[in-house]
């Protein structure tokens, strides 16, 4: 396995694998197709989308983090292939974040889920993310019912 940055060939694997997994638990909102539908421009503003390839160059995972409009940087797309679940790939593009984050000197990055998601809350807890109040205004998703936020470079 191997991480690599964004490239637009992997461009429709990001936004399968994204769509897959809020179709399998819960329903696409406005705000998904949003984001989805606007990947080259976060990564005009210095985003970036990680991707763990498996050694056949096929994405296994990724994980996107981008500027918000607030100024504060967040986790905004994070999402496995069903078969990949548990190998590690998610960890692994979820680690490329936050040293991405770190090598831009951010102060911290933020990430909004739902507790049905657990494995991604268990991850967020591992990595050191600490549970904040989901401000609704802030995170437009229905589904939003937990947020994090990790201080990077203490």
Same mark, same amino acid.
């Given at each position: %396995? ?13 936004? #399968?694998?994204?769509? +897959? ?9 406005? #705000? ?31 994980? %996107? ?8 940087? #967040? ?7 069903? %078969? !990949? ?6 960890? +692994? ?50 589904? +939003? ?5 990790? !201080?990077?470079?203490?």
């Amino acid at each position: %396995m191997k991480i690599v940055p964004y490239d637009s060939k992997y461009k429709e694997d990001f936004i #399968e694998m994204n769509k +897959a997994w809020i179709e399998d638990m819960f329903a696409l909102e406005d #705000e998904d197709l949003r984001e989805m539908g606007n990947i080259e421009p976060c990564i005009e503003k210095g985003g970036q989308i990680f991707f763990a390839l498996d050694d056949a160059g096929q994405a296994m995972a990724c994980c %996107m983090i981008a500027p918000r409009e607030d100024g504060d940087w #967040e986790i905004m797309k994070f999402a496995a292939r069903g %078969m !990949y679940t548990g190998t590690g790939a998610g960890s +692994a593009c979820l680690k490329a974040c936050i040293d991405y984050a770190k090598e831009l000197d951010l102060e911290k990055i933020i990430i909004v889920s739902n507790r049905r998601c657990t494995h991604a809350v268990h991850l967020y807890r591992k990595f050191g993310f600490t549970e904040i109040p989901v401000d609704k205004e802030k995170f437009p998703f229905e589904r +939003a019912d937990i947020a994090f936020e990790l !201080y990077l470079n203490k």
